[in-house]
């Protein structure tokens, strides 16, 4: 069968370098596409989004807390970037915050997925498989073109191309960095690309997220790399993000309460970020579940309110114009959360 339906998988494969394109791809033109971004080893979306308006959010995290918004020059670096009022971005993710408030960013909160596991494999299983559905529409097989890896010689029949990013954009140097350049490559080359997926890990922090100021540990730093890739993603596509919806997302979130080594254990809800054509952005979605002991999953994690299959399906319905999101979340009634 033969379809214009190309699906980029680089989890397993790292991106990177001048471009592989096969010399038998028919170019199909510009089209919708989805463009998938997994946050590999549970994010913490508690120092991600933060709630700088929840008291008990600073009485859980005494150590590692991100500061609420101030004025003061001598302390911005390092203290929330408020959204709305309630909450607002870790300090590391500078580059984002100009597409919120311009309405290109949406974030929904206390999102996730019904599974009770804590296991990365278990969470990142029930995650898989949307994609491959959700091409379908009801034409069978699909084929994907793989992306290759660093260091590997490419097939008989690619050509390689070199590729300047737009408008100045600079991904960041890496893995991560380097699967978004490639992605907005084939999206501008007019290969047919419906979905791409790519993946970011360092997530699964239970030792030493906050250093000694919140602009600083590690959470910080995979922070910085993941806010400079979707900006420059963003930069580098111009005009293309009318056709281009970026949603990202993490096997499940952190627990509440900050461990005795600065970090955070697994965790149920967690925040995802959606951006591009169609999604009415400047938002945080979602109902607020509280921190307090009783509003609490199993009483130590942010409570689920929004199933990700909500958000994920009406993306699919809405963006990519699969009407059969049945199909794609089996056994799921989706509820519309109005994201675009």
């Not at 308006?53 to 911005?76: M, Q, V």
């Not at 954009?169 to 978004?180: I, V």
Request: proline share 6%.
């Amino acid at each position: 069968m033969t379809t214009r339906r190309f699906f980029l998988r680089n989890s397993a494969f790292a991106v990177a370098g001048a471009g592989a394109v096969p010399s038998w791809i028919e170019r199909a033109g510009r089209q919708k596409t989805l463009v998938a971004i997994f946050q590999r080893g549970a994010a913490d979306g508690l120092n991600v989004v933060v709630p700088h308006g929840e008291k008990a959010y600073y009485r859980l995290r005494p150590t590692i807390a991100i500061p609420r918004p101030t004025s003061d020059s001598r302390k911005k670096g390092d203290a929330a970037l408020d959204l709305d009022g309630f909450f607002g971005l870790h300090p590391a993710l500078g580059p984002l915050k100009p597409l919120f408030d311009q309405g290109h960013l949406a974030i929904v909160d206390a999102v996730g997925s019904p599974h009770p596991t804590r296991s990365h494999l278990d969470g990142q299983r029930y995650l898989d498989g949307w994609m491959d559905r959700a091409l379908l529409k009801g034409a069978g097989e699909v084929p994907a073109v793989r992306v290759v890896p660093p260091g590997v010689a490419l097939p008989s029949g690619f050509e390689r191309r070199p590729y300047a990013p737009a408008a100045g954009a600079e991904y960041p140097r890496g893995r991560f960095g380097a699967s978004l350049r490639r992605i907005a490559q084939r999206i501008k080359s007019d290969e047919g690309v419906e979905m791409a997926f790519a993946d970011i890990g360092g997530w699964d922090l239970h030792v030493d997220e906050a250093g000694a100021r919140p602009s600083e540990g590690a959470l910080a730093e995979v922070l910085r790399e993941y806010g400079q890739g979707l900006s420059a993603f963003w930069t580098d596509m111009g005009d293309r993000m009318s056709d281009v919806v970026v949603v990202t997302m993490s096997e499940f979130g952190r627990a509440a309460r900050e461990n005795g080594n600065r970090g955070t254990d697994h965790g149920h809800a967690n925040c995802l970020f959606a951006m591009g054509g169609g999604v009415k952005g400047g938002k945080v979605y979602g109902r607020w579940p509280g921190l307090e002991t009783e509003q609490l999953h199993e009483g130590r994690d942010l409570a689920r309110t929004t199933d990700f299959r909500d958000v994920l399906g009406e993306l699919v319905s809405r963006h990519l114009g699969n009407a059969a999101v049945e199909t794609v979340f089996r056994g799921h009634e989706a509820t519309a959360v109005g994201l675009v």
